[in-house]
């Protein structure tokens, strides 16, 4: 059994959700970036009374558990995103959506449109957003100069990021 959490970005949510099933001496399998895999620890479904504590707590932590197909998607989504910008130095040069595509296999255009219909914005906007925020966090954390930064991160050129960087109003 698998259940899907919204609101998980980065290796230190996967590290508090293991902390609140520790806590709740609940056994999984794993645990990545939107989803907690129980395998058959668990059975077909977690006790309603598990259920309830462990959406409490997830929910303490600023998470939540997805139920309806559509967010469960959507969730994917930004999680591929995510794994997309942290695999942008790779030499093997993937567009965005294919990578999508690839990973959820499903029409893109149809990921598109729920993905723009539910959060108001285009999945190449939301993805802009997130190397907009990467460009900052190795602006302030690496030594690296705005160009060596455009090309870790697959821009043509610094002023193609500096445009994306003043589009953002950050």
Partial sequence: MKIYIKNMVCHRCCLAVAE?????????LSIDLGVIDFAD???????????????????????AILSDNKSKIIEQIKRLCLLHLQ???????????QFIHTGIQRDYNYLSQLFSSVEGITIEGYFISLRVEKV???LFYEELSLSEIAYK???SSVAHLCGQFKKQRV
């Avoid at 609140?20 to 999984?28: D, H, P, R």
């Avoid at 942008?88 to 567009?95: A, F, H, L, P, R």
């Fill in 20 to 28: 609140v099933l520790k806590t709740l001496e609940l056994a999984y």
């Fill in 41 to 63: 620890y668990q059975g077909d479904k977690l006790s309603d009374a598990n259920h309830t504590l462990l959406l409490q707590a997830l929910e303490n932590l600023g998470f």
């Fill in 87 to 97: 695999q942008q130095t790779q030499t093997e040069k993937q567009t965005l959506s």
């Fill in 136 to 138: 900052k966090e190795m």
């Fill in 153 to 155: 991160l697959g821009y």
